[in-house]
């Protein structure tokens, strides 16, 4: 889900960036002139009555945000996808190991059904799923509703350190079998405890946004390489379901998501959980959290209640709960331009005045014109350059890592070139979702469409690329 | 707690302190992230919380790897402890 704290058009703000653009760009050089579109605009200056600026591109603004977003939001999912193409590879998952998932779904599959069989078994299955994430986003929504701030928080809590403590060490033994590392228990308990300590303090507490975001990643990567465990039919089954899913809760007005939201803004508490979020807020004096309260609260669900339990457990519903987010929300973080360019404006009529007045000791009031001008501009393209990385600032649902490295996966189970093609045509969704998200500024969902893309390129690559490339190295060993 | 709400200055050495406290059940890692949190303060109390916790993080650190070195390389001479220790046996060995 894409959405974007202003509500108004993006129009009215390119044009109030154009505004306080103009009033800047007089004093800066402007040097991306061969990008530039005047718009004809013959900016009231009222600070500098010398220059006759260019006008300024507001299209050029927009791209620059864009691509920062767009980078923002690539590397995390790169880095989450990379994340898990190691692990397995390391661990050779391959369509042969089962895990616990396997024996909680109600439909098993076996090579030896027919095509028609697996499907109506892995539908039955995904379904299942599917379901269950509905009733935890309800259940969510409902304590939400009647104010258990505690309850969350503890189930969110528990949840995320059991995950973190348990498939973190189940992880680390595997990967130390694979790599025939001999460890014994005393460090691994010890490094697995500070793993899932940390862990929690950094996501649910303060720390570094560093940690957190790579804590966000290394959480998703972790139920991403389990939730591979699935049967084949059922995990694509599946992730098209969730796709649909995804629709559903995000843009219908029934669905939970959009009252997950406007409960958690209203209340103006947000839900702590798997949030990827790429910035600081500099200015968090006037950037009100009611974004970042609707953002949190909207990506959660709890996908995982009774699968990710290990075989071990069996009542202890703790296990898995929230740790992942079934919301797949990509927000938008947009500044508040009002108030920065009331800011800038004030500065300028200071500017002005001081000019006025002083008229007669000209040489020092000079110096000081150009001293005071200097600074001005300093200031402002600090600000400038604050308010840009705000604007670019993406948060990005744990959810969508999740499915999208699930999909990574599945391709990894086959060949490399499926896992490049997968790739780029998950990325390439992310960036025509980032698109609509900047046209509509409104609540949108982040999985259907890279999905769609990466189910269609992958099916696409197993069918005829990767036999075509086999059969052109045979001939030319051949020939 | 919302990641992109920096911490206010008033907040910061109480966080800071009950970083420090955390980190001594075991924790060397939770002092090596107050260290990374909390680096650019100037504030004389944050500035010791820091430095100490870096040097408890290091000392930990030591220990920790001397401790692996001897394990991986005494755990066959020990027999049955060795095995017993060993959260995974490498293949290959006895």
């Known amino acids: 889900m894409t959405e974007s704290n202003t509500t108004e058009p993006l129009n009215e703000n ?41 006008p300024k591109i507001s299209m050029y603004w927009f791209v620059r945000v864009f691509a920062r977003k767009l980078r923002n939001v690539l590397v995390p999912v790169t880095l989450t996808m990379l994340l898990v193409i190691v692990l ?80 973190g060490a189940l992880k680390m033994i595997d990967v130390c079998e694979n790599l025939n590392l001999a460890v014994d228990w005393i460090t691994l308990a010890f490094l697995d405890f500070n793993f899932a300590v940390v862990g929690v303090i950094v996501i649910f507490w303060h720390g570094p946004l560093k940690s957190n975001q790579i804590y966000t990643i ?14 084949t039919w059922t995990t694509w089954v599946l992730l098209a379901l969730i796709a649909l899913y995804d629709i559903f809760v995000v843009l219908s007005p029934k669905g939970p998501l959009k009252i997950l939201v406007e409960e958690s803004m209203k209340n103006d508490k947000p839900i702590p959980g798997l949030i990827y979020s790429s910035i600081i807020y500099l200015f968090s004096a006037r950037i009100k959290p009611k974004n970042s309260g609707s953002s949190s609260s909207s990506e959660l669900n709890s996908n995982f209640n009774p699968i990710s339990s290990p075989s071990s457990d069996s009542g202890s519903g703790s296990g898995s709960g929230s740790g992942s987010n079934n919301v797949n929300s990509l927000k938008e973080e947009s500044s508040h331009l009002e108030k920065g360019e009331s800011e800038l404006e004030k500065d300028v009529e200071n500017d002005n005045t001081l000019a006025e007045d002083n008229y007669n000791e000209k040489s020092s009031l000079l110096q000081n014109e150009e001293r005071k001008k200097r600074r001005l501009l300093a200031r402002r393209k600090r600000r400038r350059k604050k308010r840009f990385e705000e604007e670019s600032g993406v948060k990005l649902g744990g959810g969508d890592l999740i499915f999208y490295s699930v999909l990574i996966g599945k391709a990894a189970y086959f060949d490399y070139e499926t896992i490049f093609t997968c790739w780029i045509a998950i990325l390439v969704g992310l960036a025509v979702t980032l698109f609509f998200l900047a046209v509509y500024a409104k609540a949108l969902p982040a999985l259907p469409i890279s999905i769609a893309f990466g189910m269609i390129f992958f099916f696409l690559t197993k069918i005829i690329l990767v036999p075509m490339v086999k059969q052109l190295g045979v001939d030319s060993v051949m020939t | 707690m919302d990641p992109t709400i920096p911490l206010k200055e008033e907040e910061k050495e109480s966080v800071c302190k009950k970083m420090w406290i955390i980190g001594f059940f075991g924790l060397p890692f939770v002092w090596f992230t107050m260290a990374c949190y909390f680096w650019k303060e100037k504030h004389p109390k944050i500035r010791f919380y820091v430095f100490w916790g870096l040097v408890g993080f290091f000392t930990e650190l030591l220990i920790l790897v001397f401790w692996m070195g001897i394990f991986v390389s005494k755990r066959d001479s020990w027999g049955e402890t060795g095995e017993s220790l060993s959260a995974v046996l490498p293949v290959g060995t006895q």
Do not use: R
């Not at chain 1, 030896?112 to 299955?125: E, P, Q, R």
């Open chain 1, 88 to 167: 397995i590879k390391i661990t050779n998952q391959n369509s042969d190991t089962t895990d616990q998932f396997s024996q909680i779904l109600i439909y098993h599959e076996s090579s030896s059904d027919s095509n028609s069989k697996k499907f109506g078994g892995s539908l039955l299955n995904a379904v299942v799923i599917v379901g269950v994430v509905l009733v935890m986003t309800v259940f969510l929504v409902f304590l939400i509703k009647y104010n258990c701030w505690k309850i969350i928080w503890g189930w969110l809590f528990l949840s995320c350190f059991w995950l973190l403590l348990v498939f």
């Open chain 1, 14 to 54: 390119k044009n109030k960036k154009e505004i306080s653009d103009q009033s800047e760009e007089n004093k800066e050089q402007v040097q991306e002139k061969g990008k530039e579109k005047g718009k004809g605009k013959t900016t009231e200056n009222k600070n500098e009555k010398t220059i006759v600026k260019e």
């Open chain 1, 218 to 231: 290394l959480m998703c990567g972790l139920v991403a390489v389990y939730l591979t465990t699935l049967p």
